[in-house]
């Protein structure tokens, strides 16, 4: 089993950054963290198909909100 996390910040905010996201979901313990830069209308993200790609049976996908 393994953790994996997901953060997405939104192109049109320049203030928003991942960092925090990224130190949070490091700090909850996971292995493996997939990220994307782009608004909430788009519905291509690779970030969070790679992620969806790298889960197995059993692993656990932490997004914060």
Known sequence: MALVGYARVSTRE???V???QIDALTMAG????F???MSGVQVD???LAACLGYLRAGD???VLD
């Open 14 to 16: 320049e203030r928003q």
């Open 18 to 20: 991942l960092d925090r």
């Open 30 to 33: 996971c292995e493996k963290i």
């Open 35 to 37: 990220d994307d830069h």
């Open 45 to 47: 993200r690779p970030g």
């Open 60 to 62: 656990v996908l932490t």
